[in-house]
Every structure is written in C-alpha cells, then in structure tokens.
Nanobody, 126 residues
Framework: QVHLVESGGGLVQAGGSLRLSCAAS????????MGWFRQAPGKEREFVVG????????YYADPVKGRFTISRDNAKNTVYLQMNSLKPEDTGVYYC???????????????????WGQGTQVTVSS
C-alpha cells in the first residue's frame, strides 16, 4: 500500500513557476514508477510526465516538453514536478500516481498506475 500526498499547487500568473511535490508513504518507493497527470474542468485526466523507478528515462507529454521537469528522490520518498513558463492551459488539478513495476519502464496510461494522490490545484492566470 502506498499513500501519496501532493503539495505545492497554487495561483500563478502566466510565465511563472511552481514546484509540486508528491510525498509517498512506505519503504518501497523505489519499486514504483511515478507519474504526474492533470485534469482541467470538463476534460479527461491527461498524462503530463512519467519517470522510472531509478529516476532515469523521464517521458513528457508534448504540451509540457521544455517547460516541466520531473525528478525523484528515493531517499526522501518524494517525486517533484518543476513547472516553468506556465500557461493558462496548464490550469487543472495535478495528481501524482505510482505504478508498481519490476522494470525500468515509464507509464503513460492511467490504467497502469496502482495508487493516486488526492490532487493539488494549479491555476494559471492570463
């Protein structure tokens, strides 16, 4: 069982930055690939970025490439999402998710993830 808690969301002007954190419970954090998803009002949840168990092989959705950076600290059971050059279309609830895996894979589909956080709101004003 993994319990995920996101933090760091808020209101920011376009062009600004935010850093999201996702703290995980448990001692097996390094057994999970991690991902960030977001959901805007009236839209489906969409993949943002994923990272492998070791922290290598990050994979970004096209809309965030070059602006967002994912990282993880397995010693702290935490994954981070640094978001720069934010745009109004980045607005939504951001969720972190954990996918238990024995490989170095990165997952983009929600169905591959076993645990989800409660989400943190990110609002980017124009």
């Amino acid at each position: 069982q993994v319990h995920l808690v996101e933090s760091g969301g808020g209101l920011v002007q376009a062009g600004g930055s935010l850093r999201l954190s996702c703290a995980a419970s448990g001692r097996t954090f390094s057994m999970y690939a991690m991902g960030w998803f977001r959901q805007a009002p009236g839209k489906e949840r969409e993949f943002v970025v994923g990272i492998s168990r070791s922290g290598g092989r990050p994979y970004y959705a096209d809309p965030v490439k070059g602006r967002f950076t994912i990282s993880r600290d397995n010693a702290k059971n935490t994954v981070y999402l640094q978001m720069n050059s934010l745009k109004p279309e980045d607005t939504g609830v951001y969720y972190c998710a954990a996918a238990q895996t024995m490989t170095g894979a990165v997952f983009t589909e929600p169905r591959h993830y076993d645990y989800w956080g409660q989400g943190t709101q990110v609002t980017v004003s124009s």
